[in-house]
């Protein structure tokens, strides 16, 4: 894939042709990026698109495979991020790596050989020079998300960075604070600053960018001055090619649901947590009700808030006509719903225990397994029904599940959910980070369970997987459920639309 | 799916229990053929009272460790237990047998509030149970204050029967510490490895917040293990008291680093999720031959026993350190040149 | 206003003024407590564990651990001692027992920080040998009748009665603190500490810093090994036995989280002025000194839950104050096709 284009003339930092794979799976499949003195390019794209891993062989994290990086129009290779930052490249990483108990000062000197008043006078000039204010006195743990990421400008600036990563930097930001982000945007913009722009929010593009990228599987498909585009072709660009002739198919062969007079297994009334607020939802036996929306849109909050893991702030939860609202885990757990997290490795595995403890860890507190003692043999007898209807690669049961493949460690950790006989299910991105095979594999234990009556909450942030497993979906934009759908109007367009905030071609009022 | 029994032989002989059992018999040959008087069962088992503290102390210590968790406040414990036997005994009147329960309800209690620290508060175990150690050894002194006799002397002329749980051999050779330490070890066996509770230990050891998602409640499964402690630690004094026959409040306080090295040397990983009561069991007895065999088989002064056995602990996490991540040893060869490689 | 609550936010400036409050209410309860020289006896009997409290506080303060302090200062003790009773020169007998801190030190360094082991667990082995190297040396047997010259050391005082000792001890924390939050190598421990990610990202050497961590644990441990000398007279093997724990309670007592990366060399010197008058201190308020542990000991407790539950509170309330901000205010209508 050696490509014999050089650099655009006048970038800062041009990409050209870069691949890389891991192992078998392509990330990036030629990727060419410019950027700009004073441009700002929005990144945008889904989960997988490629985005992290471009930035992170920027940042000389990761090494390319193939395709070249020019800084200031000449060639470099980036073997670590001091050689990134030598070359004046910096990254606002999504959650700002600063020392909590340090000052805001030392924060952003550490790792200098000049003199402490040099620096100061330094700092100071510049964050004059931009207009900005922070008391450089003060503790990095008593900061808001957005002072840190000015802590990280600044850290960026003072090593003289000619171009800026900001990685959704606007995700964990209020309204407020996203206005003054941009106010420094903009002088930084005006100081011949290049910006790389990641964000899920297309209102943003409109308002900050110059020019726009939009990566999908691995290419960009989509890139520009920000003037020649609309919504509308920005959301285009999001969609897998040829959507309208795909938009029908993968739908499953079940019938459609007949839900009139069907009461709700699982109901949400005005359920407000951590994260989402106001949410009325209902889940009914035997459907599938894909939850979609970006991430950080609160899904996984609200999942998690249902399963006992945070404090509710109002509303009601009720499952099967009982309150369940604000239960332990246990309880919910015993009421009956189980939940399979979205990180496996974080809340999911028991790395260093076998695969029977793994499969079975959920039915401790229960009788089934022993009163006192573990009844080994009833443990071995759930982990093989499991291992064999799910198709479990192991070795046998006393395997680590450290050293199985993801498809099959999420298997396990599906198989534990389901050992406590749920009334619903939440499936929190189910097939992340696995194997078409096991994808398939999952696919088919998610019908098992709706022909069984099961009720399946399913949020995913692949919509093509909401499509095809669907009987029903709601959208979650902000913290809030902001669109809902009928079998027949789930398709891709609908669905990515409704998560970036767009709906019938209009952005959600912010 | 189960293996059959060759290859669970097999696979057993590669386990570090094994590893354990070698250096154990290895111990009994090197030092039976320097001093044949060693092997003698009556020399041999009348060592049995040094080390029996460490002993049982480090079979409940393990589930602390397994957790993820560390009790430095153990031998602490034992004196405290010690001396409100001997008080309420002595000058409450309270019956033996009752005043040994209470030392056991007393450390339970301790071991809870310790326990109740480091798994609802989210302190440090290191810290909490440092703070314990010095509280515990304290109030020891101050119950050993109350009593009549002054507390550098200890409270002795305990009854018969109760120094009898010392003094009794099974088969005239057999010391009853060292069925009572059998006995404990089967309790731990099977309450670790056997019992839903033990394997809820693992469990949250292995991954707490994977556990609070599976309804295990971690917090109270940490609290209990810290109160198992507690109470091994009381048993501990009770059999250390009718021992000596006298109660002191400062027995016990050189307990908490050997107590560490066993369950370490016993293959628990020191961050949790793995390890093994027999393992534990076998190290403390591979540390007690160690201490008891070299003075009397090599004649190596009492005084410079803490050399071996910190060398055992060295080697073995070096070694085990150097196993589990073999481009260490290359790393090391290189040096520093590479430095650069290990940030990526 | 303002300043005096940023002033309350350093946590040394806490623990001082927790120091100065016990002590303005021991000597309101018994006023002879204030007596200078019964005050500067605070200080003077603090010298010890002033410099092991300095020193672990290194390896506190990187985020490590090291329980063979004790075993290092009865070491040094005995090794300087020793020279100096048959007759070496001083130059001779305080280098050997420095040069013993210094290699206890880099071994502590290599084992935690190179191969990765955990700290408590290393250093818990290196605790055993090195007390064991103490009997090997000595042979089991005292070292006494140190020179007269070196003893009296011990006992010159200025400004009436601060000894010699805690004044220079004393000059050495406050230079090393001021160095150790004042330059860029300095600041390296705590960022090390504080996020270890974070400081490799931003270019700083994370393992050399903790095995000089170490080393400077070890070499304060020999200075202390030597001054116990000079004040006790006399080295058993035991010596220092339990001393480690002592110094770790003295930072915790001065606000050294045992997590790394929170607290400073000036706040351990203060906790071990606490932790050493805690005896003295019971004695003027007419209990026994047999209360002294347990008093530690709730201390100790007392402090580490708060501090625990003050930061537990805050991590929770900034991560929902962050998903709170991600929360959209309530839409206009409802979009999409409703079923």
Redesign the interface.
Known sequence: MEQSRNSAPGALLSVRGITKAFSLNAVLKGIDLDVGSGDVVALIGGNGAGKSTLMKIIMG?YQPDGGELYVAGEKATL????AA?ARGIYMVPQEP??????TVE?NIV????EK?AVLHRRLVELMEENGWELDL?R?A?SL??AEQQLVELL?GLLRNARVLILDEPT????FD?VESLFKCVESLKSKGIGIIYITHRLAEVFEIATHVAIMRDGVITLSGPVGNFDRDMLVQGLLPPNMETQADKGVNEDVEID?TGLPPVFELQNYSG?????VDLKVYPGEILGVAGVV???RT?LATTI?G?DKVLGGKAILDGADITGLS??KV??AGIN?V?EDRH????????DVA?NTT??L??QKE??S???NVKKE?EI??KY?DDFRIK?T???QLTGSLSGGNQQKIVIG?ALS?SPKLVILDEPTRGIDAAARGDVYNIIHQLRNQGVAVMLISSDMEEIVELSD?AV?V??????????KK?INQD?LMA?AFGV??GKQ??? | MKHSPLERFKKGVKSWETVLLGLLLAEFVIFGIANPKFLMPRVLLGSVNDIISICIISLFVTFVMITGGIDIQAGSIVGLSSIVIGVTWQDFGLNIWVAAILAMVVAALCGALSGFFVAYCGVQPMVVTLGGSFLYTGIALLVSNISATASYKGISGFPEDFTQIAKFKLFGVIPSQLLIFAALTVIAYFLLHKSKFGRKVFLVGVNPRAAEYSGINSRFVTLLTYVLSGVSASIAGIVLTAYLGTAKSDIGVTFTLPIITAVVLGGTLSTGGKGSVIGTALAALVIGVLRFGLPLSFKVSNQYLDIPVGLLLLIVVVGRSIAANPTLLRKLGIGKAKRQKNKA | MNTLKKITKIREINSLFFLIALFAIVGMVNPAFLAPTTLFNCFNDSVVFTLLATGIAFVILTGEIDVSIGATLGLSAAISSSLLRDGASWFVAIAAGLLAGVVVGLINGFGVSTLGIPSLIFTLGTNGVVRGMIYVYTGGAWVENLPASFTKLSQVKLFGNLTIFYLVVLLGVIAAHIALTHTRRGRYFIAVGDNAAGATLVGIPAKRTKILAYVLCGVLASVAGIIYSSRIGFITPTAGNGYEMKAIAACVLGGISLSGGLGSLLGASIGAVIMSSVSRILVFLGFSSDYDNTITGILLITIVVIDALTQNRAATKSRHERLAARTGPAHAKKGGAAK
């Open positions: 994290i073997g670590s991020p001091t930052l790596l600063l020392f909590p108990n340090m030392e550490v790792g200098f050989s402490p006195s503790k743990s808001s998300i850290r995700s964990a930001l209020t604070e839900y951590y994260g989402f607020s106001n950080g849109a609160g909050e399963f893991r885990t246990k757990l015993c939940y997290p974080l809340n999911g595995l028991f790395k260093i225990s403890a860890s959920g401790l507190d397994l022993g006192f003692f573990l071995a982990t093989k291992v192991i046998g049961q006393d534990r406590t029903r959208t934009f902000q913290g809030r459920i902001n669109g809902e759908f009928a109007d609908n409704a709906t019938g959600v009022q912010q």
